[in-house]
């Protein structure tokens, strides 16, 4: 039993306390919890947290999983207090990537789970990531805002303090992996584990593949000394892709903080956009399941699609959001998913669908096996269409601005509201997407030549930039 942080239980902490209040506000994102420590989430919000996770769940058993960030300990033993003083037993599986997580709320039929993380923010960031059974992500629209509700409110005390017993789930993590391909080339690879969580599973994974590789930070550490864990920004594909070129590896891999992105380079070290490496993974997960359904984040070129149904697939288009995928996955049936952000959804049995950025690594190396071409001379046929890649301004009023673009081209082209804007001819698109958190626009264009895209693209950002 963890000892629960600042002693025993009494009034004071059933109490609604207004400052608390005031900091759970700032901390509830939407699609999890965050915030810089100690500034905005301590140990007085995580039990608070772990009390009102444990109640949504009902007192069900839950899996509480932490990355290597130097107050993770901290946060999870006041999380695991609250978890069990609200009457939820807890499996505490250590220091884990979030995919191992999501595997082990599945194996252990648990009732849920709670990762200890931020992901690929900076050291000063922690937070929480929270699923309910069979690992389906709790977000804005699915129960994350009846948790913050819970967390400031006055609560009764449960009938029975729970228990904590520890598990170790990396071996069969690592079966789980070695499921997704069939193929294992004996192909050189450079790995960037940006000192985050994917190496705790990778090593074992790699110690049963053929692959020989040069491996950079693999050694979890949440100060994050050498790079950002952030592999969507180029700068940070600095060290990776320089070894690449050093070592003639065949291609790179990077992964994000908590291991549930990855994002690719070739054997050029030319990063290769995450759209069109959906693409390409696509056709190692429709072998196993052929004539599937595959989804593609709205943001994605047109080539996607294409490629999906070249290779016998149905092509879906889905919004922007890890929870948002892994629902429409589940509702449609889909096979495979993949977004802009690098993460690569994977369905993995009939009960859990997850993003995972090591089974991202196992579908590419099955499409090489089988290929047996450069990743630069398989990804080039789909650089077909030219690309805005995404653009970012902060605007005044998002909204009247969308608003006011969508008037232009009503009853000229074909508009959708799927997530935003999205706005299709038929020799050209774009997505006029919101943030979430901020009074910024989000747009990405393509067009079938690059004269058509530039002159569009300009006009769009023209009009952001006036609206600033």
Not at 87 to 114: N, Q, R, W
Not at 433 to 444: A, D, F, G, K
Request: aromatic share 6%; charged share 25%.
């Amino acid at each position: 039993m963890v000892t629960p942080a600042g002693g025993p239980v009494n009034g004071a902490l059933r109490r609604s306390v207004s400052s608390l209040d005031s900091a759970l506000m700032t901390i509830f994102k939407a699609y999890d919890i965050r915030g810089i420590v100690p500034g905005e989430l301590g140990p007085q919000q995580a039990r608070s947290i772990g009390r009102a996770v444990a109640r949504f769940f009902g007192g069900a058993t839950l899996a509480v999983g932490r990355d290597a960030r130097t107050h993770s300990p901290a946060l999870r033993d006041a999380l695991v207090t609250g978890l069990t003083e609200a009457g939820s037993d807890v499996v505490d599986i250590g220091l884990v990537a979030t995919p191992m997580l999501y595997f082990a709320v599945d194996e252990l039929k648990l009732g849920g789970g709670v990762m200890v993380t931020a992901s690929h923010n900076p050291a000063e960031y922690n937070g929480f990531k929270v699923c309910g059974a069979h690992a389906v992500p709790v977000g804005e629209a699915s129960g994350l805002r009846e948790i913050e509700r819970m967390a400031g409110a006055d609560a009764p005390a449960a009938a029975r303090t729970g228990a904590v017993r520890n598990a170790d789930v990396v071996a069969p993590y690592v079966e789980h992996l070695l499921a997704v391909g069939e193929q294992r080339p004996a192909l050189h690879a450079v790995l960037d584990c940006g000192n985050g969580m994917a190496g705790v599973g990778l090593e074992g994974l790699l110690a049963r593949l053929p692959l020989r590789t040069e491996r950079l930070y693999f050694e979890p550490d949440g100060r994050f000394p050498n790079h950002p864990a952030d592999p969507l920004h180029v700068e940070n594909l600095a060290d990776l892709r320089r070894e690449v070129r050093r070592s003639g590896a065949d291609f790179g891999a990077a992964f994000d903080g908590d291991g549930d992105r990855a994002i690719f380079v070739d054997e050029r070290a030319e990063p290769v956009p995450a759209d069109l490496m959906t693409a390409l993974l696509a056709r190692s997960q429709l072998r196993r399941h052929p004539g599937g359904r595959v989804l593609y984040d709205l943001r994605s070129s047109r080539a996607v699609p294409e490629e999906i149904r070249a290779a016998g697939g149905v092509a879906e288009m889905c919004r922007v959001g890890h929870s948002f995928v892994k629902a429409q996955m589940r509702e449609s049936g889909a096979v495979f998913a993949g977004e802009l952000s690098g993460h690569f959804y994977f369905r993995f049995s009939d009960t859990l669908v997850a993003d995972d950025g090591s089974a991202a690594l196992m579908a590419l190396l099955d499409v090489l096996g089988r290929e047996r071409r450069p990743l630069s001379e398989l990804i080039a046929p789909l650089r077909r269409y030219a690309t805005s890649g995404e653009i970012s301004r902060r605007v005044r009023d998002p909204k009247a601005l969308i608003a006011a673009v969508e008037a232009e081209h009503a009853g000229k082209a074909t508009i959708s509201h799927l997530d935003g804007l999205l706005v299709e001819y038929p020799d050209w698109w774009f997505n006029l997407r919101p943030s979430n958190t901020e009074p910024v626009l989000r747009l990405n264009l393509e067009a079938h030549d690059a004269a058509r895209m530039a002159r569009e693209r300009d006009r769009l950002v023209a009009r952001m930039e006036a609206a600033a």
